[in-house]
């Protein structure tokens, strides 16, 4: 079995090299660069970036962003980015070709985010849930492979 990567502190992490889905890629190929673990961007920061990257057709770094807002975010608002990186996640699952994957984490996402209510920052949670919702039914009724890329863009926050 092969020895894992580690940082200074001994934590795992994985250093190999990844497309621009997130896949792992042999040691050695160029890859597109992750996201790092340390980014420590604020909320409205965070948005701005996830979204950037899920219009560029990247949801698995959009779900890093959202998952270091999460991991950095107050205890009341964890579980709503926990369900916004979800959603990236599920995305991401879709573009990759995993339908059973893409509906689990797009229900979860839906769940997460339906708890909330006056949603903080702009986020659209109706809207959100609504891409959900709908994904999950054409995932279900077409199969991942008809669902195209410009059709997964969903807008994370309500235009000002």
């Known amino acids: 079995m092969a020895e894992r ?8 992490r994985n250093a190999r090299p990844r497309d621009a ?8 190929t160029d890859g597109i660069q992750t996201m790092p673990d340390d980014l ?7 948005l701005a970036l996830a979204q950037k990257l899920l219009d560029q057709d990247r949801p698995f770094h959009a779900h ?18 926990k369900g916004m990186a979800q959603l990236a996640v599920g995305i991401t699952h879709v ?9 689990s984490l797009l229900s979860r996402a839906i769940e997460r985010i339906s708890a909330y209510d006056g ?3 702009r986020i659209d949670g109706t809207g959100l849930m609504m891409f959900g919702r709908e994904l999950i039914v054409r995932v279900e009724r077409e199969g991942v492979g008809r669902v195209s890329a410009d059709d997964l863009r ?6 000002t």
């Open 64 to 81: 890093e962003v959202l998952e270091g807002a999460w991991k950095a975010a107050p205890e009341p608002e964890r579980e709503l980015w």
């Open 40 to 46: 420590g961007l604020g909320p409205d920061e965070s």
């Open 5 to 12: 990567d580690r940082d200074e502190e001994g934590r795992a």
């Open 119 to 121: 949603l903080p920052y």
């Open 21 to 28: 889905l997130g896949r792992p890629l042999p040691y050695g």
């Open 154 to 159: 969903p807008k994370l926050t309500v235009l």
């Open 95 to 103: 573009r990759r070709g995993n339908a059973k994957g893409a509906v």
